[in-house]
């Protein structure tokens, strides 16, 4: 698994879910299913954008591209732009 | 006695009166119906835009506004509308569906728009959700964007009566013949009443209720036609129907939106689209005070201007000063004034608001300190000193409307004076007359020609404290939630006890809205064991149901839950219960770290 990958899963688990003994993997649902609020996915794609390196702009990403971590980072190499250092 | 009249009214009625309505006052409402007022706009004044990023903007004047409605209504036509029927319209934010809205009322019939579902629910739960409300609305047609997903559609079964059409762009080259003259006193609409049951609750309104409604809402808003209207409020919730669709379409004002979704994912381009349209009027519920405060991170350096705000007004939930001041210290460097944040009480059966805070004060609505010992103990609001340690501030939601009244009753329906808490109900001339083809549910709401809100709040000096809803409802991000709705799904699971069951709404400062809580007790105690696999089935059960998270959910071995002496679960000491044993329910304990420097 990738390092970004693991970051995203860390932050997920550790700032968002916040529930003892939560498994997420790649793969794991997380707005479909419940575990997550859509209010959070903000905080989720900022640190995608972090994570990533890349800006991702308004009005080009749905709650449903955000539902798995990889899905996000999918997303993130579909529409995110490089982010001026 | 504690029929808070419009008493207190009257200086502020004067006052009303010598507002600068120069250019043209638009609250002189001069039409009879919705159709006539539309189409009296000037067709080049702007109206919708619709923003979905700085590359994506789509926007019309009236006139062009006005076109599409009667290029829709033909196509319409052509599929069998006609006048008095009723059309149900599921399609995303945007033109298309505020332009679909406005043809069926150009040919007479009755629109109803229905939440645009979410990739969270599922498809057999929708599925039956559109067969009842589209039979009990008795539909002649039901239309969907051209993107509506099929697979959520899969064989829906509407009855012979309702025809499923998909939206079609430019569809017609005819022209649609418009309905004679309307009746002011027939349906021009039917809106559905918020929450998860409100499906089934559709209220009926004529021209003249929202006309009148109108007539009383503008002035208290202060309204000009030089206004600009903000939202990302979705247009099946009251809020962005009538405030910011209704409105200014017969008050003859633009609207600027976004979709919700939009904003969730993006929330600091609320104060991009406010500072380059210059709006200068918007609503949105509590949760969004501290939402937009803690998640709207600027770019940086971004130059946002939000002086041009008269009034963001806070509706849906119940109006806490901390959110308030949250935003307003966000936010103020960047010009937003001290009498921009306002606030109001409002709902669906009264067509829209049945308070307004008076936008003429210089620091916003009333803020009263009471003695929350007291409060607590005696159901009454006494004032106290705010260096009172005891004291908890409550913010006032504004005075009635002209034409509107509430009355503060308890249990037992008497009437309380001024300061007691109870339930508030609501009588005004805009008022439903009952929900759409359910008596059933008109008669629970109704007593005596005065509307049964369910909210409970408190009146001092004729201004309305809304402190929450009647002791059980859950209100997620403006969203009703009917516990027992909770308690039925997560009781289904073969491994909870049946019955065993207790769900309610935990407020979560830093969401700024209530979070729900889910304890239920498993049939036997090794199953608890398996307690993560069961929790992510109920919860992924709730949230295709219901479409709200559920991430706090509690199991317990048998016979944990507290009974009444009725032998059902008593939820207020469940609930007491868990927060002893759970400390980390006490939010405050759960501030995360680092996340909003």
């Given at each position: 698994m990738p390092e970004t990958t693991e970051q995203m899963i860390e932050y997920i688990v550790e700032e968002i879910v916040r529930r003892p003994g939560v498994k997420v993997d790649e793969d794991t649902p997380l707005v479909s299913s419940g575990l997550i609020d859509s209010l959070a996915l903000v905080d989720i794609l900022l640190k995608l954008e972090d994570v990533t390196g890349t800006h991702i702009p308004a009005g080009k990403v749905q709650?449903?591209?955000?539902?798995?971590v990889r899905l996000m980072f999918s997303t993130a190499a579909r529409v995110g732009k490089p982010r001026k250092k | 006695m504690g029929i808070s009249d419009l008493k207190g009214l009257s200086s502020n009625r004067d006052r009303r009166h010598s507002f600068d309505l120069s250019s043209h006052s638009p609250f002189d409402l001069p039409y009879k119906t919705l159709r006539e007022a539309l189409w009296a706009a000037p067709r080049d004044k702007p109206f919708a835009t619709m923003w979905q990023g700085e590359d994506d903007v789509q926007s019309v004047n009236f006139g062009e506004f006005t076109a599409l409605a009667e290029t829709q209504a033909a196509y319409l036509q052509q599929q069998g509308l006609s006048a008095g029927d009723t059309i149900v319209l599921i399609m995303p934010q945007g033109i298309p569906l505020m332009a679909s809205f406005a043809a069926a009322m150009y040919l007479g019939a009755i629109p109803a728009i229905l939440a645009y579902p979410?990739?969270?629910?599922?498809?057999?739960?929708?599925?039956?959700?559109?067969t009842a409300v589209t039979a009990n609305l008795k539909a002649r047609l039901v239309m969907l964007d051209e993107e509506f997903p099929q697979e959520l559609l899969g064989?829906?079964?509407?009855?012979?009566?309702?025809?499923?059409?998909r939206y079609e762009k430019g569809a017609s080259r005819e022209r649609a013949q418009p309905a004679p003259t309307t009746d002011p006193a027939e349906v021009a609409f039917i809106q559905h009443s918020a929450g998860t049951t409100g499906l089934q609750k559709g209220v009926a309104l004529s021209h003249s209720a929202v006309l009148q409604h109108l007539a009383r809402l503008a002035p208290a808003l202060m309204l000009r036609s030089d206004d600009r209207i903000y939202s990302w409020l979705p247009l099946y919730h009251d809020m962005g129907l009538i405030a910011c669709f209704i409105l200014p379409m017969v008050c003859h004002v633009p609207v600027i939106m976004q979709s919700p979704t939009d904003w969730v994912l993006q929330p600091a381009t609320m104060l991009q689209i406010i500072s380059e349209y210059r709006c200068t009027l918007g609503w949105i519920p509590n949760f969004a005070f501290n939402f937009l405060a803690r998640r709207a991170h600027p770019e940086t350096g971004a130059a946002y201007d939000l002086s041009s705000v008269r009034a963001l007004i806070n509706c849906a939930e119940p109006v806490r000063a901390s959110s308030l001041d949250e935003f307003r210290s966000a936010f103020s460097r960047y010009g937003l004034r001290a009498s921009a944040l306002q606030s109001s009480y409002a709902m669906a059966e009264t067509v829209f608001a049945v308070t307004q805070s008076a936008l003429d004060v210089a620091n916003g609505p009333v803020r009263v300190w009471v003695d929350s010992e007291i409060f607590r103990r005696e159901c009454t609001a006494v004032p106290a000193e705010s260096s009172n340690p005891r004291a908890?501030?409550?913010?006032?939601?504004?005075?009635?409307?002209?034409?509107?009244?509430?009355?503060?009753?308890?249990?037992?329906?008497?009437?309380?004076p001024d300061g007691g808490l109870g339930e508030i109900l609501?009588?005004?001339?805009?008022?439903?007359?009952?929900?759409?083809?359910?008596?059933?549910?008109?008669?629970?709401a109704l007593r005596d020609g005065w509307y049964c809100s369910g909210d409970l709040g408190f009146v001092l000096d004729g201004e309305v404290?809304?402190?929450?809803?009647?002791?059980?409802?859950?209100?997620?991000?403006?969203?009703?939630?009917h516990p027992h709705d909770v308690e039925e799904i997560v009781s289904s699971h073969p491994l909870i006890h049946e019955g065993r069951v207790v769900a309610f709404g935990l407020h979560n400062p830093e969401l700024g809205?209530?979070?729900?809580?889910?304890?239920?007790?498993?049939?036997?105690?090794?199953?608890?064991?398996n307690s993560l696999a069961i929790e992510q089935d109920l919860r992924n059960a709730v949230t295709g149901e219901l479409g709200v998270s559920a991430r706090l959910i509690y199991l317990k071995p048998p016979r944990w839950i507290v009974k009444s002496t009725a032998g059902k679960p008593a939820r207020s000491t469940t609930r007491e219960k868990l927060l002893a044993e759970h400390s980390e329910l006490e939010f405050d304990s759960l501030k995360k770290k680092g996340v909003h420097a």
């Open positions: 709650p449903k591209d955000m539902d798995t | 979410n990739f969270k629910v599922e498809p057999a739960k929708y599925r039956a959700g559109l064989h829906v079964t509407l009855g012979e009566f309702s025809k499923l059409v908890a501030c409550y913010v006032s939601s504004g005075k009635c409307l002209p034409g509107t009244s509430v009355r503060v009753v308890s249990e037992t329906g008497q009437d309380l609501i009588q005004s001339d805009s008022m439903l007359s009952g929900y759409y083809n359910r008596p059933d549910l008109t008669a629970q404290f809304v402190v929450g809803r009647q002791k059980d409802l859950i209100i997620v991000a403006g969203e009703n939630i809205t209530q979070e729900i809580v889910i304890v239920a007790e498993v049939l036997e105690e090794e199953n608890l064991t």
